[in-house]
Every structure is written in C-alpha cells, then in structure tokens.
C-alpha cells in the first residue's frame, strides 16, 4: 500500500512471531509502565494463584497487538482498540499475531482489523478489533 491507497477487506496481516517472552521482558515492561504487580513479576505469587508462571501483563499484549496492526502498513493509523483475552499467556510462551481486515468504509479510508494472539501451542489467548485509518498525506496543504 502507498499514501493514494486505499483499504481492502480481506487483506491479511502478515504473522508477528512474539518470543519466546521472557521474565526480563516482564520486568522492563513492569519498570517502564509502573505495572508492578506481583503476580507477572515473581513466579511463587503466580503459582499461588493457581497458574503455571507468570501471565504476561494485558497492556503488554495490547502494546504487541498495536504494533502488528500498525506494521500492515505505515500509511495507516490505528486510531483504537479493543481486546478480549480469553486464555493466560504465560513467561515462556511464544505468540503469533495474525489479523484480517474485516470491515472498510465506503471511502476505503477507515476500517476494522481483527487480530488474533495464538500461543505456539494453538491456544487462542486473545481475540482484538483496531480502528483502522489512512493517515492523513504529510505533502497534501
């Protein structure tokens, strides 16, 4: 896509591949965002609230989705979003990104993406629609 295109339902993201994640990317992303709690960071919290390791914190896997549907294209914007997480992804785990445009304007100049975080074992951890938007021509005035 170039700045005088437009959007195309149906056209795919190419996959991001996320991993594998480490407890060092949790602990940066915990420092940068203030995101201290226990349960991603120490692994005895996690494991007394019943999980295997430490989940990755939902704003981190927002902050990936973000970047895989802001790579589509760098002539669009991702203006909002929308998650729901269905399953824990956990230190250790590799993700994959995937997504469709699934809805276009008339203008073919705003859309909808639904993007999927599947961990490499299959398990689909989260379900996402960003608002989509060709970005405004930096040359146009």
């Given at each position: 896509m170039n700045r005088?295109?437009?959007l195309n339902a149906g056209a795919a993201l190419e996959p991001?591949?996320?991993?594998?994640i480490s407890a060092s990317h949790i602990a940066a992303f915990a420092e940068r965002s203030g995101?201290?709690?226990p349960i991603h960071v120490d692994e005895a919290t996690a494991r007394r609230a019943g999980l295997s390791a430490p989940p990755v914190p939902g704003m981190?896997?927002?902050?990936?989705?973000?970047?895989a549907a802001a790579r589509y294209d760098r002539a669009i914007e991702v203006t909002g979003m929308?998650?729901?997480?269905?399953a824990p992804v956990s230190v250790g785990d590799t993700i994959v990104i995937s997504g469709r445009i699934v809805q276009v304007d008339a203008s073919r100049?705003?859309?909808?993406?639904?993007?999927?975080?599947?961990?490499?074992?299959?398990?689909?951890a989260s379900?996402?629609?960003?608002?989509?938007a060709l970005a405004a021509r930096k040359d146009a005035a």
């Open positions: 005088d295109a437009v991001l591949s996320v991993g594998p995101d201290n709690n981190q896997l927002v902050a990936w989705l973000h970047a929308s998650t729901r997480f269905l100049q705003r859309g909808v993406m639904r993007l999927f975080i599947k961990t490499a074992a299959g398990t689909l379900i996402a629609e960003a608002s989509l």
